[in-house]
């Protein structure tokens, strides 16, 4: 639950509602928006938990996907994360974390590359040692890693909690509340718009999958920690949207950029700044954390099948972890952080996980007629309506996101095209070079 929850309580929720309210100028529709990402996110773990709990495997959803749409799918899939999912939300984190949260906590020392001389920015330098530090961290093992997002997930949600449920009794009838407006069904475009960084925010709810081999009683503790944590997120997320709105009206929102810390400056003076933006620190760590744990164990199941550097599928032989998965991970994440800017990391790893997410979670159905006879400790609640409820919400984020790149020059965003070329790339690939060396592996093979 604290890998779910870490790797869900990110960036997101600190500068989405900014985003969210320049799009929506009723506070209703606003918590409406909200309501539908988490009802979406919860959809799509109530789906993925059925497939974690027949088939727990390191490796997340490759090897559903390799028995769902074949080893060509699955080695696009695998590469599209690989490349842009998990470096792309290790960059746009750690560089959100480095350009909004830092400066407050560091204060002058945040120019220290600048004051060594070194060439660089300090946001990127930062992101950086973000990226190396917590990679490092994950070098050394599983449990102390498991330990550190225990706590890097457990403090700054409590205590965002508690502090958001004291702004709704002392605050609960200002802000956006105090005149909330005529209320008016928004344009679906707007909406739509609203959708993108919500998704973005409720990303991280499938975490707990790759690490499927590696926790006991698999077939228990899925289920539970998927749906339970993503359910307490959203939940935590309603709360915090509630108090942000009983602190600023809907065009201060729209305009406030990063609202956790504007918003405890505006209730608690300089100090309360200081601790709540250390609470989200905290809370960044503990995301990024998530991700490097999770992320690494793709490359560790695709070399297990010649669809990366065997030495990807290596584990140390101290620490038995995936280090040389881990690495190239953060490798490509910094690259990422030194050429891209905060908004194309954001789109570029949204355009990605909309593709595999729904590929994944689509997977529950078909593997539901390809193998009707395989044990499933947990059966997805609501199926079939579930996993088509997840499809169509991101299918909506998907389709906004392909209007960007038919958008004017300064305007133009060739994410989804960059995504799709991608994952057509690997497609061909492996059916030219790599489908005649394909091997099957008992590891992936489902209990019967």
Known sequence: ???????????GIFIAPGEVAAQLDHPGTFLAVWLLGG????????????????????????PYLRLAYGPGVAFAAGWLQLLAIFPGSLATM??????????????SYVDLPAQLGLPMESSTFWAISIIVGLTALNHVGVALSGRVQLGLTGIPVVILLVASLVVLVTQGGGGAWSNPGTFEFPEISATAAAFLPIYFAYSGWYAAIFVGGEIKDPARA?????????????LLYLIMCVGFLSVFDMGSLANVGEVGSAAAGALFGPVGTFGVTMLI???MFGSINGTVLTGSRIGYAMAKHGHCVP????????????????????????????????????NYTVAAMLV?????????????RKMPDTVRPYRTWGYPYTPFVYAVSSGLVFAVLATKAFAGPGDRDIT?????????????????????????????????
């Not at 057509?424 to 008992?442: C, D, K, T, Y």
């Open 281 to 283: 620190v905290l809370a």
């Open 39 to 62: 009802l979406s996110a919860l959809a799509g773990a109530l789906s993925i938990a059925e497939l974690g709990a027949m088939m727990p495997r390191a490796g997340g959803d490759y």
């Open 94 to 107: 750690a560089h959100g974390t480095a350009n909004f949260q830092l400066p407050v906590v560091l204060g």
């Open 222 to 234: 899925l289920p539970r920690a998927l749906v339970l944590g993503t359910a307490g997120v959203t």
């Open 416 to 448: 989804v095209p960059m995504t799709l070329a991608w994952f057509v790339g690997a497609l061909l690939i492996h059916r030219v070079f790599l489908r005649r060396r394909e091997q099957p592996n008992s590891e992936y093979e489902p209990p019967t």
């Open 356 to 368: 595999t997410g729904t590929l994944t979670v689509l997977a529950v159905v078909i593997l539901r």
């Open 311 to 346: 030495a990807a599928g290596k584990l140390h032989p101290k620490h038995r972890t995936p280090v040389f998965a881990l690495w190239m991970q953060a490798a490509f994440g910094i690259v990422l952080v030194a050429t891209q800017s905060f908004e194309e990391l954001l």
């Open 1 to 11: 639950m604290a890998l779910v929850a870490g790797s869900m309580l990110g960036i």
